[in-house]
Nanobody, 115 residues
Framework: QVQLVESGGGLVQPGGSLRLSCAAS????????MDWFRQAPGKQRELVAS???????NYADSAKGRFTISRDYAKNTLYLQMNTLKPEDTAVYYC?????????WGQGTQVTVSS
């Protein structure tokens, strides 16, 4: 069993920054894939950034150059550093982990980008 708890969301002005955290506990290993997804009102959940395994990352086009996914393996915490935020980044952000044979989701954290 794996538990994922996100934090760090909030209200930020356009151009600002936020860092999301996802504290993982349970049977999760360093080489298990972890991702950040987001879901805006009325839209489907979409993949934002992935940490495929140690050192391998992948980003949605909308996140490239602005967002950075990372993991502190000692603290078992996943991060998403988000810079130059835009109103279209407003969404609930979810942490996701794949620990075979299943995957796990956090409860989500709201990010609102507005002036």
């Amino acid at each position: 069993q794996v538990q994922l708890v996100e934090s760090g969301g909030g209200l930020v002005q356009p151009g600002g920054s936020l860092r999301l955290s996802c504290a993982a506990s349970g049977r999760i290993l360093n080489n298990n894939r972890m991702d950040w997804f987001r879901q805006a009102p009325g839209k489907q959940r979409e993949l934002v950034a992935s940490l495929i395994n140690v050192g391998t990352t992948n980003y949605a086009d909308s996140a490239k150059g602005r967002f950075t996914i990372s993991r502190d393996y000692a603290k078992n915490t996943l991060y998403l550093q988000m810079n130059t935020l835009k109103p279209e980044d407003t969404a609930v952000y979810y942490c996701h982990a794949i620990v075979p044979p299943r995957d796990y989701w956090g409860q989500g954290t709201q990010v609102t980008v507005s002036s």
